[in-house]
């Protein structure tokens, strides 16, 4: 009895090892799963987090929301694409000018008693037919672009902006003694453009810290001042700009800057991908 005891006690023993070994897995297999099963985790909310991120920029970059802003309707027909925003500009600025024909109700004779070197140029305003593809989701460029002679740009009156290059042959310091009481002028073509602050819209129809317009790349353009401060050319990057809060994009954005130092809009050319003008 004894001995048959042995033998039970010991089957007993055999079976519990062997149940035992079948259950107990090996360490380093039990840490590489772990690891594995951790790694996946953080994959997941990593593509999780991306995606979130991708979704708040695109909702923050949607300058479709500056469609309401351009508001001179009479030269501006505006259509939202999916992936683009089309601006038809006529070019026609709403403010007076001596560079109207003088049977235009535009029409005013330049006074302006602070600068006596004042000499109109030969041009004349005509209306233009500029049809503006901006990127409706801008993004930074790898390879950054210079801007064209010609428009860069359009200003919520439907007014070309132009970049600091002056026509060939002419210098461009020269060129400001031919600006009207607004600060702007036309090419041969006759369409009338500002290479600098656009005073009409910085000092009557808006503001110094006002959206002003957009660049061919979709990043918008603002005033010479942010947060009631004046800015200059050392407040801004290269290209002209800085990221940061505006009142229409308050999670921030990209944007371009007028100062009163050359180059005045745009410095090495356009921070964003650029999309394309036709005239």
Not at 21 to 42: G, I, N, R, W
Not at 76 to 89: A, G, N, Q
Not at 177 to 203: C, K, M, R
Request: proline share 6%.
């Amino acid at each position: 009895m004894i001995k048959l005891n042995r033998y039970l006690l010991l089957a007993l023993l055999f079976a519990t090892f062997t149940i035992t070994s079948c259950d107990t897995e090996d360490p380093a297999d039990a840490v590489k799963k772990e690891e594995q099963q951790e790694e996946e985790q953080q994959e997941e909310e990593q593509e999780e987090n991306e995606e979130e991120e991708e979704e708040e920029e695109t909702e923050a970059n949607d300058i479709s929301v500056l469609v309401s802003k351009f508001y001179n309707t009479e030269a501006l027909t505006i259509t939202v694409e999916e992936e683009y925003v089309i601006i038809e500009s006529g070019n026609l600025p709403d403010h007076k000018s001596m560079y109207y024909d003088q049977s235009n109700d535009l029409y005013e004779a330049y006074d302006e008693p602070d600068n006596p070197d004042f000499k109109k140029n030969p041009n004349s305003i005509e209306v233009q037919d500029f049809v503006y593809k901006i990127p409706r989701f801008p993004v930074e460029a790898i390879q950054k672009e210079t801007t064209p002679m010609g428009p860069m740009g359009v200003a919520v009156n439907s007014v070309a902006f132009f970049n600091q290059q002056a026509a060939p042959g002419d210098d461009i310091l020269d060129e400001l003694n031919t600006f009207d009481q607004y600060e702007g002028h036309p090419a041969q073509s006759g369409d009338y453009h500002y290479h600098i602050e656009p005073v009409w819209l910085t000092e009557d129809e808006l503001d110094k810290e006002s959206f002003l317009g957009l660049l061919l790349d979709g990043f918008p353009v603002y005033g010479p001042e942010e947060d009631g401060v004046v800015l200059t050319n050392d407040d801004l990057d290269d290209y002209h700009g800085h990221i940061g809060a505006t009142a229409e994009f308050p999670n921030g954005i990209y944007h371009y800057h007028i100062t009163e130092d050359l180059p005045w809009i745009n410095g090495d050319g356009f921070y964003g991908v650029t999309g394309t003008i036709t005239q």
